[in-house]
């Protein structure tokens, strides 16, 4: 975890393609086990060669990272704007964010070495970042083992200024669901629903276009039998992703919509519990009823002509090429990158938030981005 500050002095653009086509053929990372009830369905609609847990990129063209000039300043300030609210990061005299002496990094650090207690890491992982800080994390994903290929298991770890990595969530698929939802916990060894760590989960629909993301409360149905407790209260909806549909990549790289609940006066995020089945996320968005929710969206990647490219600055944190390379920023000023994700290596991606994100949002966000997305590629 380190201040706002650009984070290397060297810039660095990563090429950002759509996926153009997909065929029936199986992948490296597709397996050809037993079908689920899901892919069952599909393959009646000609779509079981599309059904996979996690596939790779497949872009038609080699994709190779390009250097470009020296990283420019980090903006003066950081606008998340739902409604008519603006949230100023609490920096120096100017507002900047990139100051390590008014950002109390030093705290945070203290804070990353204290995470082993279990009730600490979950209420970490839940709390917005503290504003001025950008909060560095490493995903990697384990496909090791006899259905791994299908359901691989992905870990989260903070990166320490020390080099050292901190454990913060692990997340992995369900497999029997008859839509994506992946299980979220504290706990790298348990990953049940039950678990004592379970944090959250992640939920889309049958295409996989739209994704939810919930804490660890109980459901509306579950709930209404459960004894009152702190584990067992109402799940609240902590953001939600929509992806726009894009079959077969004709219209661009990915474009996706990140909403999330708004923030109070005191910068705590604003709870939000559906009443009923069509106050969701996702329905109020669709509604355009966004009264204290914050919408934000990927930021647009540059064409560029002599790579024949779309291209994203991740300021050296991202080294190479993939469809699911992106950055999270509000329209009002898209300079401020609250969250940015990509690859690194073959199973290793980078994952870095800003306020007002916690680790279990930009955790989940970056889950929706590895899961296939049937009208999307």
């Known amino acids: 975890m380190t201040d706002g500050a650009s984070p290397d002095a060297a810039m660095t653009t990563v090429q950002v393609l759509p996926v153009m086509a997909q065929t029936s053929a199986l992948s490296d990372d597709e397996d050809d086990s037993t079908a689920t009830e899901t892919e069952r369905k599909l393959a009646g609609l000609q779509l079981s060669g599309f059904v996979d847990g996690d596939v790779e990129d497949q872009e038609s063209t080699p994709i190779i990272p390009s250097p470009s000039p020296a990283s420019p300043d980090e903006p003066p300030h950081a606008l998340v704007l739902p409604q008519s609210h603006t949230f100023v ?41 503290r504003e001025g800080s950008l909060v560095k994390c490493r995903i990697s994903r384990d496909r090791k083992g006899m259905d791994r290929g299908l359901f691989p ?15 913060l ?34 939920r889309s629909n049958l295409l996989g276009t739209q994704f939810t993301i919930f804490d660890g409360g109980e459901g509306k149905k579950k709930n209404t039998t459960s004894t009152t407790t702190e584990k067992n209260s109402s799940r609240q909806e902590l953001s939600a992703v929509i992806y726009e549909t894009n079959v077969l990549g004709f219209k661009g790289p990915r474009k996706m919509t990140v909403i999330l609940p708004g923030m109070t006066a005191e910068h705590q995020r604003v709870e939000f ?13 669709k509604s355009k009823n966004m009264d204290q929710l914050i919408e934000l969206c990927n930021k647009t990647p540059v064409w560029n ?3 024949q490219s779309y291209v994203l600055n991740f300021h050296g944190r991202v080294t190479q090429a993939s469809v699911k390379n992106f950055q999270i920023v509000h329209e009002s000023d898209v300079d401020y990158i609250i969250m940015q994700f990509g690859r690194v290596a073959e199973d290793v991606f980078t994952m870095d938030y800003r306020y007002p994100m916690c680790a279990l949002q930009a955790f989940g966000i970056a889950l929706s981005s590895f899961d296939s997305k049937l009208a999307c590629e």
């Open 153 to 167: 298991t992905y870990f989260l770890h903070m990166e320490r200024d020390d080099g050292k990595k901190v454990f």
């Open 305 to 307: 002509d002599d790579t």
């Open 169 to 202: 969530l692990a997340g992995r698929k369900r497999k029997k669901s008859a839509t994506s939802n992946y299980l979220i916990s504290a706990d790298p060894t348990d990953l049940s629903r039950g678990g004592e760590s379970f944090c959250g989960k992640l």
């Open 273 to 285: 519990k559906a009443s009923v089945e069509h106050d969701s996320l996702i329905e109020r968005w």
């Open 89 to 129: 990061p609490q920096g120096d005299q100017q507002g900047r964010p990139g100051s390590a002496e008014s950002d109390g990094s030093g705290d945070l650090q203290s804070l990353a070495g204290n995470l082993d207690n279990g009730a600490a890491l979950e209420r970490f992982v839940l709390e917005p970042a």
